[in-house]
């Protein structure tokens, strides 16, 4: 069982930066892929990024592209999500996630945390 809470989000103007984290605890955590979907008012949740458990491999959906940089520390049991040139789209509900692969689809991971908002006016 893993257990995870973000923190780090929050109100921001569009061009600005926030720095999302979430803390895991349970067993095995190095062993997961971790990542990270939003889901905006009205709209699905889509995916955003994942990294392997190694670290050796990451994605990113095309939107987030350049500006959001996943990285994790397996001592500290905690995965990040750096966000820059932020943009009124990326206004949602971010939730980190670790599962068994750094799948885009959310059915591939197990575990959710309770999400944290980030708010981007223009």
């Known amino acids: 069982q893993v257990q995870l809470v973000e923190s780090g989000g929050g109100l921001v103007q569009a061009g600005g930066s926030l720095r999302l984290s979430c803390a895991a605890s349970?067993?095995?955590?190095?062993?997961?892929?971790m990542g990270w979907f939003r889901q905006a008012p009205g709209k699905e949740r889509e995916f955003v990024s994942a990294?392997?458990?190694?670290?050796?491999?990451?994605r990113y959906a095309d939107s987030v592209k350049g500006r959001f940089t996943i990285s994790r520390d397996n001592a500290k049991n905690t995965v990040s999500l750096q966000m820059n040139s932020l943009k009124p789209e990326d206004t949602a509900v971010y939730y980190c996630?670790?599962?068994?692969?750094?799948?885009?689809?959310?059915?591939?991971?197990?575990?959710w945390g309770q999400g944290t908002q980030v708010t981007v006016s223009s």
């Open positions: 996630v670790a599962g068994s692969s750094t799948d885009v689809y959310s059915d591939a991971y197990d575990y």
């Open positions: 349970g067993r095995t955590f190095s062993r997961y892929g």
């Open positions: 990294m392997s458990w190694s670290g050796g491999s990451t």
